[in-house]
C-alpha cells in the first residue's frame, strides 16, 4: 500500500474522530460554567437513569440549549462544505460555491418577506427553503438559454439571480419597520444558531440529508465531470442528467441549512480547498472529508460566537474573519486550488 493511501485513511479517520471530540468540548462552552464531574454524569445519566451530581438546570442546559445547538452546527457546517465541494468540482471552478447559484440571495429574501408579511418562525423557515429553491431554479434556467457552454451559463445565472435577490433584499429592509422588522432581517442575514431546538434540527434534517447522501452517491461522478464536458461525455456520461442531480442536491442541503441559521458564507469555499490540499482532488474521498470539516469547522466558530464576548457575535461575521485570511493562505499554495 502507497504512503499517499495510508496518509488519506488517517486523514479521514481523524476526520471522522474530530467532530466526536468537538462535541464533548463544547458542551462545556458557554458563559454558565460546568465542571467535568457534572457533564460526565448527565451524559452517564441519559443511559443508567441515575441523576445524582447534578441538577435539573444543568441537564437542562446540555440537553435543551446546547446539545442542539452542537448538532446543528455539524450539519449546517457539513452541508455548506460538502455543497461548494461538489459544484467546485462540477463546474471546475475554485471560486464557486452553494451561494453562487442564488440559493442564499433567495433564502434571504424568503426571510425577510416572511418577516415582514407574518413575523412567524416557522413561516420564516418555509419562506426561507421555497425561495433558496426558487432561486436556483431560475438559475438553472438561465443558464440553459446558451447551450455551448453550460456550466459556464450556470455559473453566470447564479449571478444573475443572486443580484436580483439581493436588490429585493435591499428593497425589503428599507420598507420595513426599523424598530422591529428591521433588526430582526439584519441578524437573520448574518447568520445565527442561537434558537436552535430539536424540532428546527428534525425539519431541516429531511432536505440535507437528502441532499448530502445524494451527493455521496454520486461524487464519484463528480471526478468525471470534472475533466470536461467533451471529456465526460465521450466516456459515456449524461452529464446533463448528473450535474442536474447533483445542483438539485446541493440546492436542497443548502436551503435548508439557510432556513435555519440564515446567511452563514465562506464555509463552502474554504473547506473544500482544505481538504483539496489533505487528499487531492478524488472527490471519493474530498465528499466524506468536507462534511467533517464542515461540521467541525462551523461548530468551533460557533463556540467562539457565544463565548468569546458578553453578547453572542453573529457567524456570518466570524466565517469571514477567519475564512478569508484562511483563503488568501490557500491561495499562495496552488495545491490549494488544484488543477482544473
Given amino acids: 500500500m502507497s504512503t499517499g493511501k495510508i496518509n488519506s485513511k488517517i486523514i479521514l479517520t481523524a ?6 471530540i468537538l462535541v464533548f468540548i463544547s458542551l462545556f462552552i458557554g458563559r454558565y460554567p460546568l465542571a467535568a464531574s457534572q457533564l460526565l454524569a448527565i451524559l452517564k445519566a441519559a443511559i443508567t437513569g441515575d441523576h445524582t451530581g447534578f441538577s435539573l438546570m444543568e441537564q437542562t442546559l446540555v440537553w435543551q440549549i446546547r446539545m442542539p445547538r452542537i448538532l446543528m452546527a455539524l450539519l449546517v457546517g457539513a452541508a455548506l462544505a460538502v455543497s461548494g465541494g461538489a459544484l467546485q468540482g ?7 460555491d452553494s451561494g453562487m447559484l442564488g440559493v442564499s440571495a433567495g433564502a434571504g429574501f424568503g426571510a425577510c418577506l416572511s418577516i415582514i408579511l407574518f413575523n412567524s418562525m416557522v413561516l420564516n423557515y418555509v419562506f ?14 438561465v443558464g440553459k438559454i446558451y447551450k455551448a457552454a453550460p456550466t459556464i451559463m450556470l455559473v453566470l445565472g447564479g449571478v444573475i439571480i443572486s443580484s436580483i435577490f439581493s436588490a429585493l433584499i435591499s428593497f425589503a429592509k428599507y420598507i420595513a419597520d426599523p424598530y422591529q422588522e428591521l433588526s430582526e432581517i439584519t441578524f437573520w442575514l448574518m447568520g445565527s444558531l442561537a434558537r436552535a431546538n430539536y424540532r428546527d434540527l428534525l425539519v431541516a434534517s429531511i432536505p440535507i440529508v437528502i441532499g448530502m447522501a445524494g451527493i455521496m452517491l454520486v461524487r464519484w461522478r463528480i471526478n468525471v465531470l470534472s ?6 461525455r465521450s466516456m459515456g456520461v449524461n452529464t446533463a442528467l448528473y450535474r442536474g442531480i447533483i445542483i438539485t442536491c446541493t440546492a436542497l442541503a443548502t436551503a435548508g441549512s439557510v432556513c435555519i441559521s440564515g446567511t452563514i458564507g465562506w464555509i463552502g469555499l474554504v473547506i473544500p480547498h482544505i481538504g483539496r490540499m489533505l487528499v ?8 466524506p472529508l468536507c462534511i467533517t470539516m464542515g461540521g467541525s469547522f462551523l461548530l468551533i466558530v460557533d463556540d467562539i460566537a457565544r463565548s468569546i464576548t458578553g453578547s453572542e457575535i ?3 461575521i466570524l466565517t469571514a474573519l477567519i475564512g478569508g485570511p484562511i483563503y488568501i493562505i490557500i491561495l499562495k499554495n496552488k495545491r490549494g486550488v488544484g488543477d482544473w
Avoid: C, H, M, Q
Fill in 314 to 316: 453573529p457567524l456570518g
Fill in 15 to 20: 476526520g471522522f474522530v474530530v467532530p466526536i
Fill in 280 to 287: 487531492g482532488n478524488d472527490n471519493r474521498k474530498l465528499i
Fill in 90 to 96: 462540477v463546474f471546475r471552478n475554485p471560486l464557486v
Fill in 227 to 232: 475533466l470536461g464536458e467533451t471529456e465526460a
Fill in 128 to 141: 426561507a427553503f421555497v425561495f433558496g429553491l426558487i432561486a436556483v431554479g431560475l438559475s438553472y434556467s
